[in-house]
């Protein structure tokens, strides 16, 4: 497990190299899947699970590079953690239409997600709401309200993950 683990760590980190997130100057993108990570490992004790949380955005690029990622994973971590992170990466497209649209398909790729990818998804919308709201409130509302249809899709996951959730979401939805 620990030899998995670093080599999650070491392939998200070269993955995310010199990405920074959305709405920070300067926090290196790392952070995000690695404090996922520490979400999913304090409500599970599947090595799989972990690991793919450190990947959850790895396949969210341009498709010549997917396809290598995804094979990369297959090889070194195995079925189990690439067919985790393929669960909870939203497939649509901007060619698809609309934010209202895409979001939409990506609501149905979660609807067919299996426990681990539900826990996933629930640990990665509960740590980017931790500051969010701090960072750009405005925005902060349109993802509750969007994020708040994804909590009757994820109700086998993390039945913590999903109190923490709905809990920020409403928070923000009643303010």
């Known amino acids: 497990m620990d030899d998995a683990m670093a080599t999650a760590l070491s392939l998200a980190t070269d ?3 010199g990405e920074v ?20 490992a304090s409500v599970s004790d599947q090595w799989e699970e972990i690991a793919a949380a ?27 953690v690439l067919a985790l ?20 398909i990506d609501l149905a790729h979660l609807a067919k997600a299996s426990p681990g990818g539900q826990t996933l998804r629930l640990a990665d919308a509960v740590h980017n709401f931790s500051n969010l709201k701090q960072l750009n409130p405005t925005f ?10 994804i909590l ?19 928070r923000i939805l009643t303010q």
């Open 21 to 40: 997130r959305k709405f920070t100057a300067d926090e290196p993108y790392i952070q995000h899947p690695i404090a996922v990570a520490d979400l999913v």
């Open 140 to 149: 902060a509302r349109t993802y509750a309200e969007e994020k708040v249809l």
């Open 54 to 80: 450190l990947l959850h955005d790895v396949l969210e690029c341009d498709e010549h590079l997917r396809a290598g990622r995804e094979t990369v994973i297959r090889d070194r971590l195995g079925e189990v």
């Open 85 to 104: 992170v393929l669960e909870v990466t939203n497939p649509s497209k901007p060619s698809d239409g609309n934010r209202a649209r895409r979001k939409a």
């Open 15 to 17: 993955w995310h190299a």
């Open 152 to 170: 009757p899709l994820t109700l086998r996951g993390s039945t913590v993950l999903h109190a923490q959730l709905t809990g920020m979401i409403n």
